[in-house]
């Protein structure tokens, strides 16, 4: 069955760096879209960042400049690198699966990231 299973969060300061993992299983990992999604308290889940399957990147602006994700289609694994990271940064994120062809989408569980001041 399609799994998709993050890994890395965890409680850091201001100013620290983590590098979150999503390891997918279940279906053709490189055709899909891949993408970091994250809900702070009281917030709605927004797009962090984002990666096609031919390795295009997109990021949210908040993010720019201190997050990178990356995506290996051997090991059918997606990570995000969070540098510089901020108590806004505060959330639970989630590793996010789409395939654009025929819109199959897939979510992980999500792992916490919590930045202290």
């Known amino acids: 069955q399609v799994q998709l299973v993050e890994s890395g969060g965890g409680s850091v300061q201001t100013g620290g760096s983590l590098r979150l993992s999503c390891a997918a299983s279940g279906f053709t990992f490189s055709i899909y879209a891949m993408s970091w999604y994250r809900q702070g308290p009281g917030k709605e889940r927004e797009l962090v960042a984002s990666i096609s399957s031919t390795k295009s990147t997109n990021y949210a602006d908040s993010v720019k400049g201190r997050f990178t994700i990356s995506r290996d289609n051997v090991k059918n694994m997606v990570y995000l690198q969070m540098n510089s990271l901020k108590p806004e940064d505060t959330a639970v994120y989630y590793c996010?699966?789409?395939?654009?062809?025929?819109?199959?989408?897939?979510w992980g569980q999500g792992t916490q990231v919590t930045v202290s001041s």
């Open positions: 996010h699966a789409r395939r654009s062809s025929n819109g199959a989408t897939y």
